[in-house]
C-alpha cells in the first residue's frame, strides 16, 4: 500500500499562472442556449475559464512560472538538482517537455528531469515523488511543475465536457529542510485502473495512432462513473489522511481538492466533517485546470490572514487514470505562495 | 407521490425544451437524458432528496417511469 510519512522536505514556494483569455460560460460560449449552461454551470460551479492561444503549449505557461517562482525566492537556476513536470498535455509525444522547461530555465545539465503523466492527482503524485528524492539525499532543490491544456483536447460541442476546463501552469519550489523546519509530510496513493476508459483521449498516441474519427482526438468524459468514482473514494482517502498524521479538522488551514466540481466538493466536505471555510475554490473563476488546478487553488488563497507560525494543509488529487491521492504537510509561514496571468511574448519552438 | 410534480422536476433537470418529461419517456426518446444529463439527475438526487445510488445502478435504468419509482419508495414529491 502507497502510504507514507517522509521527512526532510520544506515547500519554499509555490507560483501559478493563467493565460489571458478568458472566457465566461453564460455569455461567450455559442454551443448551448442559456437554461442548458446555467444548469451546467450552476452544478459544477464554473462561471469563467482562461484558455491558451494556439501557441501557448504546458512548457510555455510552467516555464513562466518557473521563472517567476524562481525570481521571487532568489534562487539561482544552476540550484536546482531535478526538475519533475506532471501533466496529461506534453508539448511532444517525445522528447519529454521537461527536458525542454530545463533548457528555457536555464537549469544546467546536471539536473535531472523527467516528466510523470497524471492529471487530476498530478500535484499529489509529484510533491511525493519530490519529497522522496530529497529524503534520499539525492537532491538539494527540485523543481515541481505541473500544468496542463485540456482546452486543446476538449470538444467544444460535448456538452459534458465543454464548460468545464481551463488552462493553466504552476511551478513550486522544494528544497532539503533546514534544522527550524517542521518537515514531516503524510502521503496515501491509490489507483484504479479499471475505471480508466471513464476520462479518455482515445487516439493520437500508440494505440490508435491516426484515429479515423476526429472525436477520438477529444476528450470523452463519463461524467456520472466519474462523479461517483469521487464521492465513494475521496472521503475515505480524507480519512486515512487524519489516521495516518494523527490530526483531525481542525488541524488544518486550508483543505485544498482538485477542483472537479463545486457541488462535490462541498458535498464531500460536509461529509468528512470539514469546515467550509478551509476549503479555498479557483474552479468559479478558472475552471478544472487538472494538473495545476491544486497549486493555483492554494496560491489563490494565499498565506492565511495574520499567520506568525507555519500552517498545516490537506491536499486532495482524484480523477483520470483512475488515480487519487492526498498529503499532509505544514507550509512554512515564509513560503511564497502567489500567481499572475501570462502574456504571450512570442510563439517558441 | 404526485406524479406530476416529479415529472416537471425530471423537466427541469434534463433542461428539456419545447415539452415536457412524460412518464413513458426512456433514455431512447428523451435526449437530454444523455450522459450529461445523468450526471445532472445524480447530483440532483443526492442533493435535494438525499437518494444516493451508484452509478451503475443509474445505468440500469433506462426508463422516467423507473425514476419515479426510486422517488417515490425514497416519499419524495409525496401528495399533498
Not at chain 1, 222 to 238: H, K, S, Y
Amino acid at each position: 500500500m502507497a502510504r507514507a510519512a517522509i521527512t526532510g522536505m520544506a515547500v519554499r514556494g509555490v507560483v501559478a499562472c493563467v493565460p489571458e483569455k478568458q472566457i465566461r460560460n453564460e455569455s461567450d460560449y455559442p454551443w448551448f442556449d442559456a437554461a442548458e449552461i446555467r444548469k451546467i454551470t450552476a452544478m459544477a460551479g464554473i462561471k469563467s475559464r482562461r484558455v491558451a492561444g494556439p501557441d501557448v503549449c504546458t512548457s510555455d505557461l510552467c516555464t513562466a512560472a518557473g521563472q517567476a517562482l524562481l525570481e521571487r525566492l532568489g534562487w539561482d537556476p544552476t540550484t536546482i538538482d531535478a526538475l519533475i513536470l506532471v501533466t496529461q498535455t506534453p508539448d511532444y509525444v517525445m522528447p519529454s517537455t521537461s527536458c525542454v522547461i530545463q533548457h528555457r530555465l536555464g537549469i544546467p545539465v546536471t539536473c535531472a528531469a523527467f516528466d510523470v503523466a497524471l492529471g487530476c492527482s498530478a500535484y499529489v503524485y509529484g510533491m511525493w515523488l519530490a519529497n522522496s528524492l530529497i529524503a534520499s539525499g539525492g537532491c538539494g532543490r527540485v523543481l515541481l511543475l505541473t500544468g496542463e491544456t485540456p482546452s486543446k483536447f476538449v470538444d467544444p460541442k460535448d456538452r459534458t465536457t465543454a464548460l468545464l476546463f481551463g488552462d493553466a501552469g504552476s511551478a513550486t519550489a522544494l528544497e532539503a529542510a533546514g534544522d527550524g523546519d517542521d518537515t514531516r509530510a503524510y502521503y496515501v496513493m491509490m489507483t484504479d485502473g479499471s475505471g480508466g476508459g471513464h476520462l479518455i483521449v482515445p487516439g493520437g498516441m500508440f494505440r490508435n495512432r491516426f484515429p479515423a474519427e476526429q472525436s477520438e482526438f477529444r476528450l470523452h468524459m463519463d461524467g456520472v462513473q466519474i462523479f461517483d468514482f469521487t464521492r465513494t473514494r475521496v472521503p475515505p482517502l480524507i480519512e486515512d489522511l487524519f489516521a495516518l498524521s494523527a490530526t483531525s479538522p481542525k488541524d488544518y488551514t486550508y483543505f485544498v481538492f482538485h477542483q472537479a466540481n463545486q457541488y462535490l466538493i462541498k458535498f464531500i466536505a460536509s461529509k468528512a466533517g470539514l469546515d467550509i471555510s478551509r476549503v479555498p475554490f479557483s474552479i468559479g473563476e478558472f475552471g478544472n485546470t487538472g494538473a495545476a488546478s491544486v497549486p493555483l487553488t492554494l496560491a489563490l488563497a494565499g498565506a492565511p490572514q495574520g499567520a506568525d507560525d507555519d500552517y498545516n494543509v490537506m491536499l486532495l488529487g482524484f480523477g483520470v487514470g483512475l488515480s487519487w491521492g492526498g498529503v499532509s504537510l505544514r507550509i512554512p509561514r515564509a513560503c511564497v505562495l502567489d500567481h499572475f496571468v501570462y502574456h504571450q511574448q512570442q510563439p517558441t519552438t | 407521490m404526485d406524479t406530476e410534480r416529479a415529472l416537471q422536476w425530471l423537466t427541469e433537470i434534463f433542461a428539456v425544451k419545447y415539452r415536457s418529461v412524460t412518464i413513458d419517456d426512456t433514455r431512447d426518446s428523451l435526449a437530454e437524458w444523455d450522459s450529461l444529463g445523468s450526471l445532472l439527475l445524480l447530483s440532483a438526487l443526492e442533493e435535494e432528496h438525499k437518494i444516493v445510488i451508484s452509478a451503475d445502478e443509474l445505468e440500469a435504468m433506462t426508463a422516467v417511469r423507473q425514476i419515479c419509482d426510486l422517488l417515490d419508495k425514497n416519499h419524495a414529491f409525496r401528495a399533498a
